[in-house]
């Protein structure tokens, strides 16, 4: 039984999912004062947090049980996420769950800075004066617009302001450039082309790359008139350049929704009236903070089974130093050996992960989440991803990561473990960025998410199978939620089924006797 507890305020539909887990002990102590979260944070293997919970040494110090902390949000400027590295906590953000609220908000501030909204809107409502010919305005109407970052924020900005007639062109070098064509931009590998726009929207993580990106010399090159949004992170910015432009009128308006401090209640930007501001409003929707509280839950369970931990930010290896396409392989793998493991549950001699594309280039680092997933269920909490490799090294199991020749996916990745049964293999990939998928087992194609309970059932590829597997489930009231199939040249198929409920022991015998079964096998991602 792991213990999940939840130090603040989320919405009831994480608490929802929380409560219909198996295993999980789940503790509200979101009214709990914060000198008494101390007394009971002891007995949390997992504790989601948000911004009114300092998770600094005296909580990581009575918190001598934990395993992993979510912030339920993006910022993590209350975790001491090198004192969670010390003691071993793995800390992850929500980064992704208040993505369309942040993209409308970057378009209200786009449109403000074409026709200045709040300035005309203060004229008529608290000065009282109506004076129409001060307010004019741009239109958004075959004006170019440059993305800087054309990630899940940056892609959906450009697509809306296409649909405004705007001509987009995008700035990424970490992404495929047909991801920008595809959708009638114009990519461009020359940071010159996005400074001779007349909009200028940027969504970057912010990096040692990213920091001041646009700075004095940058808006120099700029045209006259240019107008500058920022809803992505505060000093990507450069703020006392911008400010600077603001008043020679080299930047005509600009939104900003982040500052490189905050709250920025005395910034310099505040005094000037060609300026939108709000004071860090991108995830403030409702439709967003349940997206944060579905994911915060979902990433605590998969943390207090040890299946994965999505969005990590002290990982062996430094995923704000990454390209953004990168970061969903190291939880695909993750899953994937987890996978692996619940199918081959036998002492493992070797361990092998292969890369096929351009994901080749950073494979030996994911080697040690391959290793932590597949020996997870073996080793329990002793193995973590500080001693992974020593453990294997110690047991005599054989590890390697290699590249190997593309077979028709741009990246794909594949775990091979080796038992004294044989070798239990799965592979994966990601499309569009984010959305994982299941890709082949042992050699049999298939096509699903690693999420959920399901049952992987080889047989011979004879007919009547899909019918008698559906008559035990049905026998046993177990709902199907997708039914994958692969087949080979050998006369066997493999079946991925994705059930509602818990496959029970006994269940999983039935299968396991039809005459037509190889080997039927339950796991739970």
């Given amino acids: 039984m792991k213990t999940i507890i939840v130090c603040d305020a989320i919405h009831q539909v994480g608490f929802e999912i929380l409560n219909r887990e198996e295993n999980i002990k789940v503790v509200d102590a979101t009214s709990v004062p914060k000198d008494k979260l101390l007394e009971i944070i002891g007995e949390a293997d997992v504790a989601i947090t948000r911004s009114s919970t300092e998770v600094d040494e005296k909580f990581l110090n009575a918190a001598k049980n934990l395993k992993a902390l979510v912030r339920a949000g993006v910022g993590v400027d209350n975790v001491d996420i090198d004192g969670c590295s010390k003691r071993g906590i793995i800390a992850m953000n929500v980064p992704t769950a208040n993505t369309i609220a942040a993209v409308e908000l970057t378009m209200a501030h786009m449109l403000a800075a074409a026709r200045s909204f709040p300035y005309a809107h203060n004229a008529l409502k608290v000065d009282r004066i109506w004076k129409r010919e001060k307010w004019y305005g741009v239109e958004l109407f075959n004006k170019t617009l440059g993305v800087i970052g054309f990630g899940n924020i940056g892609s959906r900005v450009a697509t809306r302001a296409a649909a405004f007639g705007m001509q987009i062109i995008a700035y990424d070098p970490y992404i495929d450039p047909s991801k920008v064509t595809d959708m009638g931009g114009t990519y461009t590998r020359n940071f010159d082309d996005i400074l001779a726009c007349d909009f200028i929207t940027i969504h970057t993580p912010k990096t040692q790359e990213t920091t001041n990106i646009i700075g004095e010399h940058e808006i120099l090159k700029m045209k006259d008139g240019v107008r500058l949004i920022n809803c992505a992170r505060g000093g990507l910015y450069n703020e006392e350049a911008l400010e600077k432009a603001l008043k020679s009128g080299k930047v005509a308006f600009a939104g900003i929704d982040v500052f490189s401090k905050e709250p920025a209640t005395n910034h310099p930007l505040l005094d000037l009236d060609n300026v939108s501001v709000t004071p860090h409003l991108g995830a403030n929707t409702l439709e967003s903070q349940s997206n944060i509280a579905i994911a915060a839950a979902e990433q605590a369970i998969s943390a207090a089974r040890g299946i994965s931990y999505p969005n990590a930010l002290n990982l062996p290896i430094k995923t704000e130093d990454l390209p953004p396409f990168v970061e969903p392989y190291i939880d695909l793998i993750s899953k994937m050996s987890f996978l692996v493991a619940q199918m081959t549950q036998a002492p493992v001699k070797a361990i092998k992960v292969e890369a096929e594309g351009y994901i080749g280039n950073y494979i030996k680092s994911m080697l040690t989440f391959a290793l932590v997933g597949v020996l997870k269920e073996s080793l329990g909490d002793g193995i973590n991803y500080v001693n992974a490799k020593f453990l294997a090294d110690e047991k005599g199991i054989l590890t390697d990561a290699v590249c190997v020749p593309e077979s028709g996916y741009k990246n794909k990745i594949t775990v091979k473990v080796t038992t004294d049964s044989g070798i239990t293999s799965v592979s994966g990939t990601v499309f569009d960025e984010s959305d994982q998928r299941i890709v082949g087992i042992n050699g ?78 339950y796991a739970l991602l």
């Fill in 444 to 521: 049999f194609k298939t096509d699903f998410k690693p999420k959920g309970k399901m049952i992987i059932f080889k047989n011979s590829d004879v007919p009547g199978v899909i019918a008698k597997i559906s008559s035990i489930l049905a026998d046993e009231k177990i709902n199907i939620a997708d039914f994958r199939l692969g087949r080979d040249q050998h006369g066997f198929a493999l079946a991925v089924v994705l059930v509602d409920e818990k496959i029970s022991k006994e269940t999983l015998s039935k299968l396991n006797n039809l005459d037509v079964c190889v080997w039927a096998k």
